[in-house]
């Protein structure tokens, strides 16, 4: 199923030029991970400013396309080169032009290849199946988030909170507050006292939108 939204002028592999809340330039870079917007929130995007080395979010509306593409190891693309390159190329946030469901989680570790490496190790621990991954984003010293893509669950037809029920109990975690109906619903795993499913994780929500 296609997205109600209409899906932004800009898109991962994106050059875009940031604005800061005041209208100022803010830099450049280059769109590194995308948000689908429900329940009134905008779309967002994960962008890797130059020189900076950290992904930022950043909502639309403070987002103005360059013209151009980056390449994986830097070079900048015009639309046609990026097309001929990346002909047949899938990107993590393709999934999120139609239904789907994400598994965000945060993570304790050194770097994003050890949250990268933790992750999947969690999502193996919890038997759910993976479409793709984001990058790692660091939250905070030490700690990572990271977007995982889920399969939408064949018994769930378009219904969020049936994909939600489904998986949730699939896990055999005591997932806490569950929010949202058949449009978009979502639930959070908080451990509190609780024994993780990994070492290392701290918090996940599972996000289903049709």
Not at 76 to 91: F, K, Q
Request: charged fraction near 25%; proline fraction near 7%.
């Amino acid at each position: 199923m296609e997205t109600d939204e209409e899906p932004p002028a800009v898109w991962w592999g994106h050059e875009v030029r940031v604005l800061a809340p005041s209208g100022a330039d803010a830099g450049v870079g280059v769109v590194r991970g995308v948000a689908r917007p429900w329940r009134g929130r905008p779309w967002s995007f994960a962008v890797e400013l130059d020189g900076e080395g950290e992904l930022v979010d950043v909502p639309a509306d403070r987002i103005v396309p360059t013209g151009w593409f980056r390449a994986d190891d830097g070079r900048r693309l015009a639309v046609e080169e990026h097309a001929h390159e990346t002909a047949g190329r899938t990107w993590p946030g393709d999934r999120l032009r139609h239904r789907h469901v994400t598994l965000t989680s945060h993570v304790e570790a050194g770097d994003a290849d050890e949250a990268a490496v933790r992750t999947r190790e969690l999502v193996a621990a919890l038997r759910l199946d993976v479409v793709d991954a984001d990058e790692p984003v660091e939250h905070g010293k030490g700690t990572w988030v990271v977007v995982t893509g889920l399969s939408w669950p064949a018994v769930a037809g378009d219904d969020a909170a049936v994909a939600i029920a489904s998986l949730t109990g699939a896990t055999g975690l005591d997932w806490g507050a569950v929010s949202g109906g058949p449009d978009g619903c979502d639930a959070v795993w908080n451990p509190g006292g609780a024994v993780g499913p990994t070492p290392h994780v701290t918090w996940m929500v599972l996000d289903a939108v049709p």
